[in-house]
């Protein structure tokens, strides 16, 4: 079937970087563009942008750009996301989203990965 | 791009029919047929319930259906069942060519 399945949870300490990883299975990863949303504790969902799987460009939402960075491997069919100096409000689970794009146009989100917990503390 | 507008909280009894709006601009919302919704029960992932304002995925009730007016937006639970009690949100495609989600709502079934 269609999942997409993220790598485990990570402890961190302010400064450092993270990288999670997001691997699809069941569909053609090329096929669809990679979503990234961040959903930090007690709130909402935050779209953080997406990247081409086709051309792997990456386009990032406001507030997303400088220490965040999008990147595949399509060999083994992987997406990740690797966050830089982490800062304590980087807390929060990050999801992996997999979407249809035509002509630039991001539609609906599905399937989702089970999320990556990045906790940032001293 | 501000986020779209969900009410923080709706509640209902079981069997009742409950709505959930979702207000944007004529940039996002009102401007395009690209708004979808989502499910997440606490602790768990988000599921797609309703993509290109109306649209059922395959293995979603019959219960939820979407309708937008203008630039509002409304996700429609009818039949409402315990196992419906989540979080919500919609999102839309923006003319920015983004992606925005609403604030999320949290309905509870009394």
């Known amino acids: 079937q269609v999942q997409l399945v993220q790598s485990g949870s990570e402890l961190k300490k302010p400064g450092a970087s993270v990288k999670v990883s997001c691997k699809a299975s069941g569909y053609t990863f090329t096929s669809s563009a990679m979503n990234w949303v961040r959903q930090a504790p007690g709130q909402g969902l935050e779209w953080m942008g997406w990247?081409?799987?086709?051309?792997?460009?990456?386009t990032y939402a406001q507030g997303f750009t400088g220490r965040f960075v999008f990147s595949l491997d399509t060999s083994v069919s992987t997406a990740y996301l690797q966050i830089s100096s982490l800062k304590t409000e980087d807390t929060a689970m990050y999801y992996c989203a997999s979407s249809t794009m035509i002509r630039g146009v991001i539609y609906w989100f599905d399937p989702w990965g089970q999320g990556t917990l990045v906790i940032v503390s001293s | 791009q501000s986020a779209l507008t969900q009410p923080a909280s709706v509640s209902g009894s079981p069997g009742q029919s409950i709505t959930i709006s979702c207000t944007g601009t004529?940039?996002?919302?009102?401007?395009?047929?690209?708004v979808s919704w989502y499910q997440q029960h606490p602790g768990k992932a988000p599921r797609l319930m309703i993509y290109?304002?109306?649209n059922r995925p395959s293995g979603v009730s019959y219960r939820f259906s979407g309708s937008k007016s203008g630039n509002t937006a409304s996700l429609i639970i009818s039949g409402l069942q315990a196992e419906d009690e989540a979080d919500y949100y919609c999102s839309s495609y923006t003319s920015s060519s983004t992606r925005v989600f609403g604030g999320g709502t949290k309905l509870t079934v009394l």
């Open positions: 004529s940039s996002d919302v009102g401007g395009y047929n690209y």
């Open positions: 290109d304002v109306s």
């Open positions: 990247i081409n799987t086709n051309t792997g460009n990456p």
